[in-house]
């Protein structure tokens, strides 16, 4: 299920475009809104951390019919369709999603949790930040973990509808193709954004707000 956006394109809804993409295209897209496929890769443990994960990446804590992103990560990863490279320094993807959601469990085990998944919202956060800031975690490079995770994180998330609704993209025009190229330029079908601010710049304050908030936190508990 997937509903009409209610964020920055208010009302727009990417599969009232449905009529006009050509079957296969419209079949793989309808797909994607319909129960999600049952994990065969995670384990039951993994697919709680992995869950608890890619939720905080994707910002759905909070959302009761959110995009299926464990399960989408983990129909990739079962029938081994990867970006076709890997870091020389990590290992396969299959292997290093195994290994760094338990390392994500014993950071949180470290921290009195009992799981990753187990742990409050902010702990998970703080935990997921610190792998964000540092150079190199439980012996892994963290820059390399941290590509790893999101790049399966927004592969998965902008693949579905329900994202398109809060981006205001149409989807695929297959086959009638777009007509008006051109920084700017909009075909008659693709939604206009009403609001005039840079989400890249808001995100990057927000960001810095909270490194400033934690850092005067952590000060004070010295």
Same mark, same amino acid.
């Given at each position: 299920?997937?509903? !009409?956006?209610?964020g920055?394109f208010?009302?727009? =809804?990417?599969?009232?475009q449905s009529?006009?993409?050509?079957?296969?295209?419209?079949?793989?897209?309808?797909?994607?809104?319909?129960?999600?496929?049952?994990?065969?890769?995670?384990?039951?443990?993994e697919?709680a951390t992995?869950t608890?994960?890619?939720?905080?990446?994707?910002g759905?804590?909070?959302?009761?019919l959110?995009?299926?992103v464990?399960?989408?990560?983990?129909?990739?990863?079962? %029938?081994?369709?990867t #970006?076709?490279?890997r870091y020389?320094?990590?290992?396969?993807?299959?292997q290093?999603?195994?290994e760094?959601?338990?390392?994500?469990d014993? #950071?949180?085990? #470290?921290?009195?949790?009992a799981?990753f998944?187990g742990?409050?919202?902010?702990?998970?956060a703080?935990?997921?930040?610190a @792998?964000?800031?540092?150079?190199e975690?439980?012996g892994?490079? %963290?820059?390399?973990?941290w590509?790893?995770?999101? !790049?399966?994180a927004?592969?998965?998330?902008?693949?579905?509808?329900?994202?398109?609704?809060e981006?205001?993209?149409?989807?695929?025009?297959?086959? !009638?193709?777009y007509?008006a190229?051109? @920084?700017?330029?909009?075909d008659?079908?693709?939604?206009?954004?009403?609001? =005039?601010? #840079?989400? @890249?710049? @808001?995100?990057r304050?927000?960001?810095?707000?909270?490194?400033?908030h934690?850092a005067?936190v952590?000060?004070e508990?010295?």
């Amino acid at each position: 299920m997937t509903g !009409r956006a209610t964020g920055r394109f208010p009302g727009f =809804d990417a599969l009232g475009q449905s009529r006009h993409w050509d079957t296969v295209t419209a079949d793989v897209i309808l797909a994607r809104t319909g129960p999600p496929p049952q994990p065969r890769f995670f384990t039951g443990t993994e697919q709680a951390t992995a869950t608890a994960l890619l939720n905080q990446l994707t910002g759905q804590c909070d959302e009761p019919l959110g995009v299926p992103v464990m399960e989408m990560v983990d129909a990739r990863l079962a %029938a081994g369709e990867t #970006d076709g490279w890997r870091y020389a320094d990590l290992p396969e993807d299959g292997q290093a999603w195994r290994e760094t959601l338990a390392y994500l469990d014993k #950071d949180a085990q #470290d921290r009195g949790a009992a799981s990753f998944a187990g742990a409050p919202r902010q702990e998970q956060a703080a935990i997921i930040q610190a @792998v964000q800031d540092s150079s190199e975690w439980h012996g892994l490079p %963290a820059s390399r973990v941290w590509s790893l995770w999101t !790049r399966y994180a927004c592969t998965a998330f902008y693949s579905h509808p329900w994202s398109w609704n809060e981006i205001g993209f149409p989807g695929p025009a297959y086959p !009638r193709g777009y007509n008006a190229l051109g @920084v700017g330029a909009r075909d008659r079908w693709e939604m206009n954004d009403p609001v =005039d601010i #840079d989400p @890249v710049e @808001v995100g990057r304050r927000l960001e810095e707000a909270r490194r400033i908030h934690a850092a005067l936190v952590e000060k004070e508990q010295r």
